[in-house]
């Protein structure tokens, strides 16, 4: 049986999307995507939508886990690239797993 995939949109203001997708695996919070709406990208909202998350986290003792991967890097100019996102998810508090070497996945554990 496949693990159910959750998928949330939070709509900060008229006409801006953050839609984000997780599923539960091993007891963690996979988190798997992160969309804004590409006229609304770099006004925050993804990162206030991952601060929520990460609270729903904490309270319920969670870890989050996620493997940063840029996608649609053609939909315009300063798109993210993959180590670019790797630095932004550190920004907010998320590091490497380290369950062995070359291990690409990033977690953030509550306190």
């Not at 929520?52 to 493997?67: C, D, G, P, T």
């Not at 690239?81 to 990033?106: C, I, M, T, V």
Request: aromatic residues 12%; contains cysteine.
């Amino acid at each position: 049986m496949r693990d159910p995939v959750y998928e949330v949109a939070y709509e900060p203001e008229p006409g801006c999307d953050v839609r984000i997708r997780v599923n539960e695996a091993y007891g963690v919070i996979w988190f798997d995507e992160i969309e804004t709406t590409p006229a609304c990208e770099g006004k925050g909202y993804a990162k206030k939508a991952i601060e929520m998350l990460k609270s729903i986290a904490a309270k319920h003792q969670v870890a989050i886990q996620l493997e940063p991967k840029a996608f649609n890097q053609n939909k315009g100019e300063g798109r993210m690239s993959s180590a670019s996102l790797h630095s932004w998810y550190a920004s907010l508090g998320f590091k490497p797993r380290g369950w062995f070497p070359g291990d690409k996945p990033l977690q953030w554990l509550p306190r």
